[in-house]
């Protein structure tokens, strides 16, 4: 009798000589380009340094696509961005020390909004390992250590036999939802010396699926049937899980609004009779939802953003979905799925009652038209017009990237994205610089339809040598820089809370003349002019930048009254 685990899979011939016969000439870092290869990667970002030069001079002999930019964060930036798009996991090429520690960023980011980034950084030679003070260039006492709270995982090489199943367990750690970015570290001797291995051919890192419960979709399934005003908060998780179709058949079968939170931007479609939109920064959204007898929330933890600044208190049953088991109950008690979205939605598809209720459009219109009364009584004409003007100039199913800055604020809840896994923004980590070196990377994912890029002036000064980048490679990414002549949220933060702003007014170049020294075209625009000229640019390929000097202001919050 033989049994599954006495099946050994054995080498043809072919590869018992390829075995027998490595090719000369191979060091350490071919078994990292070598191991990503097998694993299914196609394309690496990242930026040289002194440490990692080993597994550099091994991607001139291998098939990888290597991307590089100017700004280890920004490298980093640009591999979330590749991951988001594709669902894959994006290898970023480190060196060690200042290199590695100039990405914590980037990965504090992917973390946040659950990115597929897998970080191969060099060490110090292995003697130096353990935290002995050697006094070797970019030494640090603990090198990981700065690393393990932002990303889900840490691995520490230090022999090239560890290196194919250290990067393969990385990668599969990427990839088990949810989702986010990994840490593989290899000191510079193991990467530079010689290696006798053969060459790494394909390798086996599947990531395990989170099922739910049963018994928990049925409680579910059953208070969903019997709700009579249920109601959706669809998260980030139904876009990562590719589960928008499931969250609309879901949603029609019950007749439950659905919001979709900031980093859900997709799940639902915008126009559907049942969208709530994005407008969760609205008291009149957060007292729809409380009002709610049934709330299922997937693919969101109901944080600050997403709970318009935790002064939601819903007075129903929550039922939540998450593959994040920290996230789970961790704003509010709820029955709680451990499951990953697609998943949890399938199995509810598969027993929840259908529901008649012709009203529940009726009373979506009404809060769309409160929001919109409430809107409109601020007199806020010039920012409505100029995320129009966007919203018309970019084609349906381009992806935009939207740095922190006032018109992304506005986009988070007004901008209809057409399409799922379009619109993405530094919403998680909320750190400066995101929107153009996360263009890059979904442009290099995807080249076949433009990208655009939003910032502010103080954003932009973050991302400059990217221009370079941009055209080194020829990027089909238009830049929109919006420019108010300092760090605009802050200067109305300070000036609400203190009477006046501090530090937030800046000395900037010439956007347009700096674009042109790089040698990408750039436009200088206004209100009336910019759909025209965003237009424009994007339909013009490769690297283009629109500037558009105006100060916006942001929609009165509702939180703070």
Do not use: C
């Amino acid at each position: 009798m033989t049994h599954d685990h006495d099946l050994v899979l054995r080498p043809t011939a072919a590869q018992t000589s390829a075995a027998l016969n490595p090719p000369a000439g191979r060091n350490g870092g071919d078994l990292v380009v070598e191991t990503l290869a097998g694993l299914g990667a196609t394309t690496v970002f990242g930026l040289p340094g002194q440490h990692a030069l080993g597994m550099f001079d091994a991607l001139r002999r291998s098939s990888l696509q290597y991307v590089g930019l100017r700004v280890e964060n920004n490298a980093g930036f640009a591999a979330d961005a590749y991951g988001r798009i594709t669902g894959e996991a994006a290898p970023l090429l480190l060196s060690t020390g200042p290199g590695a520690l100039t990405s914590l960023a980037a990965l504090q980011e992917a973390a946040s909004a659950s990115s597929p980034v897998l970080a191969v950084s060099s060490q110090v030679p292995t003697a130096g390992l353990g935290g002995g003070r050697h006094g070797y260039l970019h030494e640090l006492p603990d090198q990981q250590a700065s690393f393990r709270g932002v990303v889900k995982s840490v691995h520490t090489v230090r022999s090239q036999s560890q290196i194919p199943s250290a990067i393969a367990a990385a990668w599969e750690s990427a990839l088990t939802v949810p989702h986010g970015p990994v840490w593989v570290e290899i000191p510079q001797d193991v990467l530079l010396a010689e290696t006798s291995l053969p060459v790494v051919t394909a390798m086996d890192a599947t990531p395990e699926d989170v099922v739910p419960r049963p018994e928990l979709t049925a409680v579910a399934a059953d208070l969903l049937s019997r709700a009579e005003r249920p109601a959706i908060i669809a998260g980030g998780g139904v876009v990562r899980a590719d589960a928008a179709g499931k969250l609309r058949l879901l949603a029609e079968r019950l007749n439950a609004p659905v919001v979709t939170t900031f980093g859900g931007k997709g799940a639902f479609p915008w126009e559907h009779p049942l969208s709530l939109q994005s407008w969760l920064e609205d008291r009149h959204t957060t007292d729809f939802l409380e009002d709610a007898d049934v709330l299922l929330v997937v693919g969101s933890g109901l944080g600050e953003l997403s709970s318009n600044y935790h002064t939601f208190k819903p007075r129903g049953r929550v039922i939540q979905i998450e593959a994040d088991l920290g996230k789970l109950e961790s704003n509010h008690p709820a029955l709680g799925i451990h499951a990953d979205a697609r998943l949890a939605l399938s199995a509810l598809l598969e027993t929840v009652a259908d529901r008649a209720d012709g009203t529940a459009p009726e009373r979506v219109a009404a809060v769309l038209a409160r929001v919109g009364e409430r809107i409109a009584a601020q007199e806020l004409t010039l920012e409505q017009d100029v995320l129009a003007a966007v919203r018309r100039a970019l084609p349906a199913g381009s992806p935009s990237f939207w740095d922190m800055t006032i018109l992304a604020y506005w986009a988070w809840s007004a901008f209809d994205p057409r399409g799922t896994n379009t619109m993405h923004s530094a919403q998680g980590a909320g750190g400066l610089g995101y929107g153009f070196p996360a263009a890059l990377g979904a442009a290099t994912a995807d080249p076949t339809r433009p990208v655009l890029a939003v910032s502010g002036d103080g954003g932009a000064l973050y991302s400059i040598a990217e221009l370079a980048t941009a055209r080194q490679y020829d990027l089909n990414v238009t830049w929109l820089i919006v420019d108010d002549g300092g760090y605009g949220i802050l200067r109305e933060y300070m000036t609400d809370a203190f009477g006046q702003s501090t530090a937030t007014e800046l000395s900037r170049p010439d956007y347009v003349a700096l674009a042109e020294s790089f040698g990408v075209p750039g436009v200088r625009t206004t209100p009336a002019t910019l759909e025209a000229d965003l237009a424009k640019a994007l339909a013009t390929p490769g690297p283009s930048v629109v500037l558009l000097p105006a100060v916006l202001r942001m929609f009165a919050p509702t939180h703070l009254s």
